[in-house]
């Protein structure tokens, strides 16, 4: 699955240490505070980031925590290394793209009343996806290497059955692939080791659910 390098729609929201109303806390890890309106902004940020209806039940509830969590993990070994976020201005053209993009089904307007989100939101959203991007790029390319055979056996199984004439697309040589498949192989390699840490981030770190959050 291809997490980070897919702009993996996450959203951090406030978190606090601690929170007005106890039974709106959602989930904890260690001291660290996720309420159920956070899960449920993300939610609906992630549907029309998504193109999809913003549907909050507890499945959606329960998937929108778990990606939170990871986002947690993240920006924790973020604080650690004092990696910078990108400007807000940077998501702009992110933002236009997006507008553009959905106008085709409404007026952005109609499209954040639908959503029940403010532009903010989805400003907040997008640039912690990019924030997430780029540092997940730089902490764990470095340790990517793509082998020649690696390239040749992705060309040979995948790459050129897709291009056989006939098909979608006319046949492309392994050697006008190379660096296509090169760089698809650094994402999923990235991903790899994205999620071996968050697995081993993950066992590092409390994380307390409370189940009536996600009725």
Known sequence: MRRSLALPVMTLGTMCACAEIIDRIAV?????????AELARHVRVAGLLNGEAAIVN????????????????????????????????EIEPILAKVKQEGSASASWETLLRRHEVSEEEVRES??????????VRIRFRPAVAIEERE?????????????????????????????????????????????????????????????????
């Not at 260690?30 to 159920?36: E, F, K, Q």
């Not at 998937?63 to 976020?85: C, K, Q, T």
């Open 28 to 36: 904890t890890v260690d001291r660290l505070v996720i309420t159920r």
């Open 58 to 89: 507890p499945e959606s509830l329960r998937a929108g925590a778990e990606r939170m969590i990871e986002l947690v993990l993240i920006r924790r070994e973020m604080a650690l290394s004092r990696f910078a976020e990108p400007a807000m201005t």
């Open 126 to 135: 997008l640039l912690a996806q990019l924030t997430t991007l780029r540092f």
């Open 151 to 215: 390239i040749e056996r992705y060309y040979r199984e995948k790459f050129a059955p897709e291009t056989k004439p006939g098909g979608n697309r006319e046949t492309t040589s392994l050697e006008d692939a190379r660096d296509q498949i090169e760089l698809l192989l650094t994402e999923q390699k990235i991903d790899q080791a994205l999620d071996q840490w968050l697995a081993q981030a993950r066992r590092q770190v409390r994380v307390t659910y409370r189940a009536e959050a996600f009725q």
